[in-house]
């Protein structure tokens, strides 16, 4: 049992932080957690709980390659971050009754399909921005919203190393 998340749905639905990873979350069976370790104050990457499995037992691949981060969590790159939404071609989250070829996992697996290059010369630049102007307090809060600012930046370019041969693609975000 699987469910894809196609390119058309990472861009359009408003994400908190632009972690496409809590997409998953849409799909039967999964919810996100945080599991604080002793005494430190945050934790690293994003837990996912499937099908009752802990964050350990999933396994997260991008293009076909084992990324599973420190204890099992959703680190999904090498550099302990998450890939920028603007490179993500799509993700599959599979999540009973995979097939042997995942192997590694008890819980279920998130495949991560990135963009790739073509024969043109394409790409893109954004800017998202939020602050407590924009957002309505809560409703524990007494008086106006606690102060809040982020700036998002990044941008993504792809084209032709060589004609029909040798593409490349980048993100920075």
């Known amino acids: 049992l699987s ?3 196609t390119e058309k749905t990472i861009e359009e639905l408003p994400l908190n932080g632009r972690n496409y990873i809590t997409l998953a979350t849409l799909q039967p069976g999964i919810i996100q957690f945080t ?3 002793g005494t430190a104050s945050a934790t690293r990457g994003v837990q996912l709980n499937i099908n009752g499995m802990g964050g350990r037992s999933n396994s997260f691949l991008i293009d076909g390659a084992n990324m599973k981060g ?3 969590l959703a680190t999904v790159t090498a550099a302990d971050s998450t890939l920028g939404v603007e490179t993500i071609r799509e993700f599959r989250v599979v ?3 995979f097939s042997a070829d995942y192997g590694r996992a008890m819980g279920g697996i998130i495949n991560i399909a990135t ?3 073509s024969n043109e010369v394409h790409g893109s630049a954004f800017e998202f921005f939020r602050n407590d102007r ?3 307090p809560n409703y524990f809060d007494v008086g106006d919203a606690p102060p809040f600012t982020r700036h998002q930046f990044g941008g993504v370019v792809g084209g ?3 004609k029909n041969k040798i593409f490349f693609f980048g993100g920075y975000e």
């Open 3 to 5: 469910a894809v998340v």
């Open 35 to 37: 599991e604080k370790s």
């Open 70 to 72: 420190y204890a099992g």
């Open 95 to 97: 999540t009973n009754s």
């Open 115 to 117: 963009k790739s290059g």
């Open 134 to 136: 924009l957002d309505a």
């Open 160 to 162: 032709p190393l060589k």
